[in-house]
T-cell receptor, first 114, second 112 residues
């Protein structure tokens, strides 16, 4: 069990550019989640996958955001035409279908849009 | 939908004193409840969780929490604060759906 890995740890981008983040979940976990955390706030749910299927998306996930999980393994989160309001920590978590064992979070990707 | 209320964004506690962080939840179904700790520029680390069974749950680093259904609460305590406890703490709830709903967090400052 190597935990949940996220890459990159930090990303600085200019407004209007596209960015992509990667999350590698715990290998036996079939559920994968993306959250966004802004300064001074708790994480907010964005979307989740069960295997390769994206089963739920938050209203926070605008048309500029897209997430994929090909083959039910790693996941990517892409933000197109970034805006300053997208600056946040993007957290990935994974879990088994049986949530009793809880959710394991990665260290996050800190995005700064300048 | 589920929600969590954590009052008092900043909590100061003297080293060796009791740590008490309050969490009240709202859920239309029996909840699963969690406390996470976050250190600067890090992800979330699970402290403890309640799913079913015993209502007093013990976690890592000497923390424990008690699920009180009648009060819709899940307060976190630690008998004696240590300098290493300085961090941000989040309470979270999940119910019938698959998302965690987090509170706004408590920033704990430990005074030597």
């Amino acid at each position: 069990d190597t935990g949940v890995s996220q890459d990159p740890r930090h990303k600085i981008t200019k407004r209007g550019q596209n960015v992509t983040f990667r999350c590698d979940p715990i290998s036996e976990h079939n559920r994968l989640y993306w959250y966004r955390q802004t300064l001074g706030q708790g994480p907010e749910f964005l979307t989740y996958f069960q295997n390769e299927a994206q089963l739920e998306k938050s209203r926070l996930l605008s048309d500029r955001f897209s997430a994929e999980r090909p083959k039910g393994s790693f996941s990517t989160l892409e933000i197109q035409r970034t805006e300053q309001g997208d600056s946040a920590m993007y957290l990935c978590a994974s879990s088994l279908r049986d949530r009793v064992k809880g959710y394991t979070f990665g260290s996050g990707t800190r995005l700064t849009v300048v | 939908a589920q929600s969590v209320t954590q009052l008092g964004s900043h909590v100061s506690v003297s080293e060796g004193a009791l740590v008490l962080l309050r969490c009240n939840y709202s859920s239309s179904v029996p909840p699963y409840l969690f406390w996470y700790v976050q250190y600067p520029n890090q992800g979330l680390q699970l402290l403890l969780k309640y799913t079913t069974g015993a209502t007093l749950v013990k976690g890592i680093n000497g923390f424990e929490a008690e699920f009180k259904k009648s009060e819709t609460s899940f307060h976190l305590t630690k008998p004696s604060a240590h300098m290493s406890d300085a961090a941000e703490y989040f309470c979270a709830v999940t119910g019938g759906n698959n998302r965690l709903a987090f509170g706004k967090g408590n920033q704990v400052v430990v005074i030597p």
